[in-house]
C-alpha cells in the first residue's frame, strides 16, 4: 500500500514540474502537454527555431550566403481576406517590398544576410498580372551586378519562411517588410494609411494563409520590442499572471487592448517560444502568450511604430523579445 501510495506521489509531482517547467519558470522550455492549466491549452506547434535575422537589417551579416535569384514568370494576383489584393509569382508565392529600400530612383538596401531571408526576385521573363499594365514592372541593378524585378520602382523579393504558395509570414516583419499589392504599394490594409486604427480581425475570420506572426522591432526609446504580424507594439497587463495563467482584462478592457490571436510557431522571428501556448480565456476568446504571458495591442496605436500604450496606467508596457516588460521599475 506504501509503495503504491509513494509511487502515485512521485508521478504528481514530476506532472506538476512538468508544467511549472512549461509556464513562465527557468527550469526549461518544454511545452504543456495538454494540462489545464489556468485555462491554457497548447497552440499548434509547427517545427521552426523561432530565431533568425529576418527583421531586415542592410545585410551585416556576410557569412549567409543569398540564394541565387529566381525568375517571378507569370505574376498573379491573390485575393487576401486580410490584406486585400496580393501580388504573387508564377508559383502562387508572395512577393514583398522593402521600407528601407527606395523607388526613386529604385534601389534595393538588402543583401548579404537579409538577402538569404528575403530572396531577391531576379527581373528575367518577369510578365505584369492580369490587369495591371507591363509599365509598371521594371529592374534594378543590385551591387553583385544582378539585375532585379521592380513594380512601380519597388524591389521585389521573397520570404524564406513562406514555404507553400499563399503564405504571408513576412507580412510585417520588423514594421519594414510587406506583401507588395499589383501596383508595387503595400498590401496590407493599414499601411498606406487605408484601415489604420481598425481592430485586428478575429482568429475566426482571419485567412488562415495570413498568420499574425511577431517579430522584433528596435524602437529608438524603448530599444528592441516584440510587434505583431502588422508591425504593431505588442504588450503585457502586470495585473495579468504567467502561474497560474490569469487575466485581468476582460470586458471594456478588451475594447482598449486587443489580444493578440493564436498563431503558428514558425510564424514567430527573433521572439522567444518559451511558454508559446494558446490561453483559453474565462470569456471564451483565445489569446497567444508568450512564456506563458498574455499579450495584447493598443486600440489607441494608430499605426506601425507607434507605442502610446507604454506605461498606461503603471500597469502596461512593451514587451522584449524574451518577454519581460521593457521600461517597467517593478
Not at 522593402?98 to 526613386?104: E, P, Q, R, S
Not at 524602437?219 to 504567467?242: C, N, Q
Amino acid at each position: 500500500m506504501n509503495t503504491w501510495r509513494n509511487a502515485s506521489l512521485a508521478v504528481t509531482a514530476a506532472a506538476l514540474l512538468t508544467l511549472t517547467t512549461a509556464c513562465g519558470q527557468e527550469q526549461g522550455d518544454a511545452a504543456p502537454n495538454g494540462q489545464a492549466v489556468g485555462n491554457a491549452a497548447p497552440a499548434q506547434q509547427p517545427a521552426d527555431s523561432g530565431y533568425g535575422s529576418a527583421g531586415g537589417g542592410y545585410g551585416s551579416g556576410a557569412d549567409a550566403e543569398a540564394a541565387e535569384p529566381q525568375e517571378a514568370g507569370q505574376l498573379a494576383v491573390r485575393e487576401s481576406k486580410k490584406l486585400g489584393k496580393v501580388l504573387t509569382d508564377s508559383e502562387g508565392f508572395t512577393l514583398y517590398r522593402f521600407d528601407k529600400d527606395t523607388a526613386n530612383p529604385p534601389k534595393s538596401n538588402c543583401a548579404g544576410a537579409c538577402a538569404a531571408t528575403w530572396p531577391v526576385v531576379a527581373s528575367g521573363n518577369a510578365t505584369a498580372a492580369a490587369g495591371t499594365g507591363p509599365e509598371l514592372l521594371g529592374e534594378v541593378t543590385r551591387a553583385d551586378g544582378t539585375s532585379q524585378l521592380t513594380v512601380d520602382g519597388w524591389p521585389m523579393y521573397r520570404y524564406a519562411k513562406d514555404t507553400s504558395p499563399g503564405q504571408v509570414n513576412g507580412q510585417g516583419v520588423g514594421g519594414t517588410w510587406f506583401a507588395a499589392a499589383p501596383d508595387g504599394k503595400k498590401a496590407a490594409k493599414n499601411a498606406d494609411g487605408a484601415g489604420v486604427g481598425e481592430p485586428a480581425e478575429s482568429a475566426e475570420s482571419a485567412d488562415p494563409a495570413d498568420p499574425a506572426g511577431l517579430s522584433v522591432r528596435k524602437d529608438p526609446e524603448l530599444g528592441d520590442i516584440v510587434v505583431d504580424g502588422r508591425g504593431m507594439t505588442v504588450y503585457r497587463f502586470t495585473k495579468d499572471s504567467a502561474w497560474p495563467m490569469k487575466t485581468a482584462c476582460t470586458g471594456d478592457c478588451l475594447k482598449k487592448w486587443p489580444v493578440v490571436a493564436p498563431m503558428a510557431k514558425n510564424a514567430v522571428d527573433g521572439v522567444t517560444t518559451k511558454g508559446f501556448v494558446t490561453f483559453d480565456r474565462p470569456d471564451g476568446v483565445k489569446q497567444q502568450t508568450i512564456d506563458c504571458w498574455p499579450i495584447y495591442t493598443f486600440a489607441g496605436d494608430a499605426k506601425p511604430g507607434d507605442t502610446n500604450g507604454q506605461g498606461v496606467g503603471g500597469t502596461w508596457y512593451a514587451v522584449s523579445p524574451e518577454s519581460k516588460l521593457v521600461g517597467a521599475t517593478r
